[in-house]
């Protein structure tokens, strides 16, 4: 079986003045992530996977950046909608190639 690189992707954080490293989700990661993020009626809650995602993809200097979930929830929506729009283009969700118009 031939080895896939995963993606990444440098954003930088202007209010932080720092660039960090996105990273796509690996099979295992993806499939833990959305276990975690069933709800009480079998449905996905999207926000809770992408708090996540989050907490899981994005790295700095080879660690994780963030510890915790809460730490994720509690990020500035400007901060948390850069890294959930990089996480999303690295796992080809929302804005992928058959979504594209040109």
Same mark, same amino acid.
């Given at each position: 079986?031939?080895? #896939?690189? *995963? $993606? %990444?992707?440098?954003?930088? !954080? #202007?209010?932080?003045?720092?660039?960090? =490293?996105?990273?796509?989700?690996?099979? $295992?990661?993806? #499939?833990? !992530?959305?276990?975690?993020?069933?709800?009480? $009626?079998? @449905?996905?809650? !999207?926000?809770?996977?992408?708090? *996540?995602? %989050?907490? &899981?993809?994005?790295?700095?200097?080879? =660690?994780?950046?963030?510890?915790?979930?809460?730490?994720?929830?509690? *990020?500035?929506?400007?901060?948390?909608? =850069? *890294?959930?729009?990089? !996480? @999303?283009?690295?796992?080809?969700?929302? &804005?992928?190639? $058959?979504?594209?118009?040109?």
């Amino acid at each position: 079986m031939q080895e #896939t690189k *995963l $993606k %990444t992707k440098i954003v930088h !954080i #202007t209010a932080w003045d720092e660039d960090v =490293e996105v990273r796509e989700l690996n099979g $295992k990661q993806y #499939t833990d !992530i959305s276990a975690k993020s069933v709800d009480k $009626k079998n @449905n996905i809650d !999207i926000a809770r996977f992408l708090v *996540l995602a %989050t907490l &899981n993809s994005v790295y700095s200097d080879g =660690e994780q950046v963030f510890e915790g979930e809460e730490e994720v929830a509690g *990020l500035p929506a400007d901060i948390y909608s =850069e *890294l959930v729009t990089a !996480i @999303n283009e690295m796992n080809d969700k929302g &804005n992928g190639a $058959k979504n594209r118009k040109n």
